[in-house]
């Protein structure tokens, strides 16, 4: 107000973090678990995956360890996806960002894939995120 300017261009309104009762996350209630302790029993990130799974724009996440166990879960499901693929090459590839290859050489769903990629790279550039 004293510098005749908005202070922030931008302000996002988001949702709290509160315990599988609804009360709000406290050390003096002992209802705030210890980050690290979290993220060194689960990962990084099925901590991070669950956060984003159980926020709802702009409303309130009830956190508990089960539900940061289904990111764990599905971490774990990419890995071993990523694990299977990897099996089942038949020579690695040295460097994939030089490998040259045309839009009819992709299948139907790897071109369905890509478009949806660019669609959300545009959307972010428009909304200011990239």
């Known amino acids: 107000e004293f510098m005749d300017h908005h202070p922030f261009p931008e302000i ?3 949702g709290m ?3 599988e009762q609804g009360r709000w996350m406290s050390k003096s209630l002992g ?3 210890d980050p690290i302790e979290i993220i060194d029993k689960f990962g990084a990130d099925a901590v991070r995956f669950s956060m984003i799974l159980i926020t709802a724009q702009g409303q309130d996440a009830y956190f508990s360890e089960e539900k940061v166990a289904i990111g764990r879960n599905f971490a774990n499901k ?3 996806a990523a694990r299977f693929m990897q099996m089942h090459t038949q020579e690695p590839i040295e460097k994939p960002h030089a ?4 839009e ?9 894939i890509l478009a949806k990629l ?3 790279i545009a959307s972010l550039r428009s909304a200011r995120v990239l």
């Not at 490998?99 to 045309?102: G, S």
């Open 118 to 120: 660019n669609s959300t």
């Open 12 to 14: 996002y309104i988001h």
């Open 104 to 112: 009819l050489a992709l299948s139907a769903d790897d071109q369905h």
């Open 99 to 102: 490998l040259a290859f045309t």
């Open 31 to 33: 209802n705030s678990p």
């Open 17 to 19: 973090v509160k315990d």
């Open 78 to 80: 990419i890995w071993n």
